[in-house]
Each structure stands twice: as C-alpha cells, then as structure tokens.
C-alpha cells in the first residue's frame, strides 16, 4: 500500500531557530557573562569532556557544530576534569568557570568526589552527565542502573546531594528554565558550588525550536550585599568593647577580592589576623598583624591570640574543626564572636553576633564604623612579640645546613620558597603538605596559596594546576605532591603535555601515606596500612620499600624530569622547571625525620575507648584529657 510522505518539520518562525538541546545549550553557554565592578568576564570559558555514547551524539556534535564558539579540552579522568574547572574557577574569583561533560554510567559516577570539593569549598562548576533515555524506548541501556521500584532514578541522582542545584532534563523546552536557574545559583556568592544537568541522551539529540532571545547575551552581576544597619552597629559596638579582638580570614576574604579592605581596616584598628587554608594569603606574610595560619595546622603566634581572644570576628570563615580546634581553641571565658559572611548559616555558627553581606562591603563599612578606634599598644606589641617568635621557627625549619644532604620535606618547601616570585601560584590538598605549608608557607600575593583543604581530596593537584594555568597562562604553576596523592590521579600530566601548559609538579617520595601514619601512630593505630613497603615474615608491610619509580612514570607521560637527591640539587631543578616552557616534574626522595613544627592546636580523631593494645589506651588517656578542654560556643 501506498503511504503519503511523512510531513515536513514545520519550518521555524522569525522569532525561532530549531537546534538540537545540546546545540542550543551550547549556544546558551556561549552567551553567558558574569560582572562585579565594572569587569566583565566569560562565565563559561570552555567545556571539558570525555565522550561515551552517553554524550558523543548530543553535546559531542554540539561542539563540533560551535566549536568557534565554545573551546574544548579533552581530559583523561572526569574527576580530574571538575578538578582542572574548580581550579580555573577559584583562580578566577568565581567569576569564571567550565563545564564537564560525560557519558552515562561510570563516567557520570566519577564526577560525584569533584562535585562535592567544589560544592563545600563553595565553588561554581556546572556538570553535564548523559543520563539515560527520556522516552525508555530502549530500556536497560548500556551501563543503566535499573531500579526495582523507581524507574526515573539513575545512577546521576548521586549528584543531588553533593549538587547546589540538580535538574534532569526529560524535554527539549525544560532546557530554558533549568539553564536560566542553573546560571543563577553558579553566580550567587551565597548559594555557588556544583550545578548538574543531566541530560537524557535522546533529548540532547531532540529538535526544538527556541527563542531567539533564549541565546541572547546576557550578564549575571555578581552581588555585594551591603550589611544590615542593625547588624553593623552591633558589630562595631562588640569591637570597640574587645580588648583582644581577633579577625580570621577565610576563603570568603578571596571570594569577595577583599584584601585591600581587610588590610585598611587592619592598619586602622591594630587588629591581628589569622587565617584558615582558604584565607591565607589575605595579609602578606610580612605585614605586621598577619599572625599566620590557625588551628590545628596552624602558627603558634595566631593560635596563642585564638586562647587568649575574647573578640573572635570571622570574615568569610566557615569554622570547621580545623580552625576551631575542635572547639578547644578559644578558651578565654569571655570570648564572643562576630561573622561577617555572605553565606547566612555561616554567619550564625558559635552563636555569633552574624554580619550577613558581602565581605568587601562589610570591612568597608566596619572600618568607617570604627574610624578612630584601634587597639590598645600593649596588646599590638604582644601580637607583633608572638609573631617574631614565631617567624624563627619558620626559618629554622625551612632552612638546610647543608646543601648536600637530603632534604627533608620542610627543606624542599625552603628550597620553592627561594625560587618563587610574587605571582606564582602553589597548589596542594592532601597528605602532610597541608600542615607544612598552613605552619610555613611565607604567601607574598593573594592567589599564590592555593590549597584545597575543605575536602581536601587527594589527587587534586594536578588536574588543578591545568585549570589555574588556564587562568592565568603566563603565571609559573606548582602542584606539590606526595607519592600516595600522585597514584590516586596523575593522568592529566598528558593533558598539560598536550594542552602546552608548562606546569610543575614537586613530586615528594616518602614511601607511603606520610600524614596518616603520623596520624595513626597519634591515635593507637600504631601506623596500620599507612606504608608503601613489602610484606614482611609477620604479614605486615614492613620490608623493603617498593621498586616504583614514580618519576620514569611522569617522564613516561610526557613530562620532563628532573631528580635532585640533595638540598642544593632541589634548588637548582626548581630553578630549571620554573624558566622551561614545557611540563616539568621535579622528583626529590626526602629524609624520613620529620622537621615540621608540632601541631599548636588539636585535632579531634575519636580514639577506641577499649582496647587490650598499650598504643591504644594510652591514646584514648590523652584524647580524654583533650576533649575536656571542649567548648560549646553559646
């Protein structure tokens, strides 16, 4: 039997241009554009993927059909790809980032450890998994997760909780309200982290036909919210009453480009600051009143004014257990606390008096509040006296005798801090480095100090330094390492060498997981499973180290290598990697002594309450000495 022809699509109005949804969302994303101040950046500056048949067809096409428009970069793991974004985006104060795309299955699954880093570390990432097919009209898919009861559940509603915003596309037309929401929470100082998109595989290929206006530029201006009137006054009031007032500066002081405000207002007052992983580098080391890092990795001049503080005014600081000592640190009975935080919840944590507004607009407004108060000459001289003290310890730690012994860790960061300049960026997360460089690391701009210890997840130095160096091409960029973080992820080593991004990468070989083994030891654990050595006659790894030779590893993936064995060999390889143009690893075997400075403060790791192990019940004895010096802030 004869049939008609099928009907032509019906043709696009002028108001209209019928494009697939993942050319439309490409197009949209080109579109898009952040300001605060004045400047205007990209908000979407390219797009990450490795493509499976969850992604290839839809958004694969899409960016081969506007590529001048969208610039790709091809990873080698998912996670690593939120790494290399979340890096690009903190680098440029939030104002910028990049999104990921993959398939479905286990592609979608290994963005969910990235999306929780950017999310607690309050950084902007849109995330784009395939998903599986809205219509069900092959049902299992390849790499589908079926579930019994619930047919619209897939393995991407891992995503929801570690997502500040979550949408499943199921039709080409809900792509507008979902990316219009999606651009909304990514520039939101207050609510910004991962946004996911799941994208079915049939509706990414699906025809519609959108509104002209839908891929309109558009500019998202990032707020300044200035602080309450009330809450201001009551903030002031709390400082002009403090006698050993204290501000720690957290990330939200970087967030908000805010350090020329902090500093004005520190020059004023006379108050100290100290400040959290995320904050460092908000003073310049040398400044008079920055006292250091706080907490349990901490400087012992800022933790010292913590214990004695009875003004504690937070700016931009979450206060986890890190800082606050897992609230054994401020001990003074009097103490109170003022957070000034754009983030609400923040503001409100130890039962502080909250400043909710913008961290620029709020120092501006608390120093013009407090012109002509400034603390009293004693107390800036007890600081300042806490300061030098502690500035002796650094350079003893960091500085090696002798050029031709092997350096111990402390030494290699002496030895980077000799060759750095002002605008390098040095990037860590994990491990012991953390502690090292929070004690140590004398930061000279506000984006050298680039740790990531809100999730503080391992491998995410690498694929972080190609973001950053993204950010800023002609800046040196250093991923320091250790040998358990560098095995957790070092596959994007071939996608600097391929991008021609001349990061460098410190690679610390110490046999094993160094920090946790400090750790374990500390609590009982008498170093279980912490060491990369061969088993020995009693099954425990306590033979030889391992023949891995990381090193030959990263040369094999097209970095170029340099080992030092010894202090003065160090200096010169980072010399030697800082002037190349191309990826350099500088691999260096450290001295097992550690050199670190204590911890000034402690850190809560609950220790077995019963145990027949001496290593355990002596541990348990000092973790129960220790929580008795908790406090409940209220």
Not at 6 to 15: N, V
Not at 429 to 453: C, I, M, N
Not at 531 to 544: K, L, S, V
Not at 617 to 623: D, K, L, Q, T, V
């Amino acid at each position: 039997m004869n049939r008609p022809p099928a009907p032509s699509p019906a043709a696009p109005s002028e108001g209209t241009v019928r494009l697939t949804a993942a050319q439309a969302l490409v197009r949209f994303l080109a579109a898009q554009h952040t300001e605060r101040d004045g400047e205007r950046q990209r908000l979407i500056a390219g797009v990450w993927g490795v493509f499976g048949h969850g992604n290839v067809a839809g958004v694969g096409q899409a960016l081969v059909e506007y590529g001048d428009l969208m610039p790709y970069h091809q990873g080698r793991n998912e996670q690593a790809m939120v790494h290399a974004a979340v890096g690009f985006a903190r680098h440029r104060g939030r104002l910028s980032t990049q999104a990921v795309t993959t398939s479905i299955g286990p592609g979608a699954t290994n963005l969910v450890t990235g999306a929780a880093l950017a999310t607690v570390n309050r950084l902007p990432v849109l995330l784009l998994p395939g998903d599986y097919l809205a219509g069900h009209a092959a049902d299992p898919l390849l790499q589908q997760l079926e579930h019994p009861v619930e047919a619209d559940v897939s393995v991407n509603d891992a995503l929801r909780p570690v997502s500040r915003y979550f949408d499943r596309i199921s039709r080409a037309e809900a792509l507008i309200p979902s990316a219009l929401n999606a651009m909304r929470v990514l520039t939101d100082p207050a609510a910004t982290g991962a946004v996911t998109l799941a994208l079915p595989q049939d509706v990414q290929a699906e025809a519609y036909d959108w509104p002209r206006e839908f891929f309109a530029d558009r500019v998202w201006r990032v707020r300044r919210p200035a602080p309450d009137p009330a809450e201001l006054a009551a903030a002031a009031e709390a400082v002009r009453a403090a006698s050993r007032p204290l501000i720690i500066a957290g990330g939200g002081v970087r967030h908000s480009a805010a350090e020329d405000a902090l500093r004005a207002l520190v020059e004023a007052t006379g108050i100290p600051v100290a400040s959290t992983q995320a904050g460092k580098g908000s003073l310049r080391h040398d400044h008079p009143a920055d006292l250091g890092g706080i907490g349990h990795t901490g400087a012992a001049a800022a933790d010292d004014a913590a214990r004695a503080a009875d003004l504690v005014i937070g700016v931009g600081a979450r206060h986890t257990d890190f800082t606050t000592a897992s609230g054994t640190l401020f001990q003074n009975p009097a103490v109170r606390f003022v957070n000034l935080n754009v983030t609400a919840s923040d503001a409100h944590k130890l039962a502080a008096a909250p400043l909710v507004c913008d961290a620029r607009a709020g120092l501006l407004a608390l120093a013009e509040a407090l012109t002509g108060h400034r603390v009293d000459a004693s107390y800036e001289a007890a600081y300042r006296d806490g300061k030098r003290r502690w500035e002796r310890v650094v350079e003893d730690a960091l500085h090696a005798v002798d050029d031709d012994a092997v350096p111990t860790q402390t030494q290699v960061l002496g030895a980077l801090d000799a060759v750095v300049g002002d605008e390098d960026v040095v990037i860590n997360a994990a491990g012991s480095l953390p502690g090292d460089l929070h004690k140590l690391w004398r930061t000279r701009s506000p984006r050298q100090y680039h740790v990531e210890y809100g999730y503080s997840c391992m491998g995410y130095e690498i694929p972080a330094a190609v973001g950053v160096q993204q950010a800023a091409p002609d800046t040196p960029v250093w991923a320091l390492v250790g040998d358990g973080t560098y095995l957790m992820m070092p596959t994007e080593i071939v996608t600097a060498v391929q991008e021609a991004l001349p990061i460098n990468l410190v690679l610390v070989q110490n046999h094993g997981y160094a920090s946790i083994g400090g750790l374990s030891e500390s609590v009982g654990a008498e170093r279980f499973g912490t060491a990369y050595r061969h088993r020995g006659a009693d099954g425990a790894f306590t033979g030889a180290p391992l023949p891995v030779d990381l090193a030959a590893n990263a040369g094999s993936l097209g970095m170029e290598v340099l080992r030092a064995r010894t202090v003065g060999e160090l200096r010169e390889a980072l010399r030697a990697a800082r002037a190349s143009d191309r990826a350099t690893c500088v691999y260096v075997e450290t001295a097992p002594a550690p050199t670190a400075p204590a911890a000034q403060a402690w850190w809560d790791v609950p220790v077995a309450e019963v145990s027949a192990r001496p290593a355990a019940a002596e541990a348990r004895a000092r973790y129960e000495r220790e929580t008795a010096q908790r406090r409940r802030y209220l």
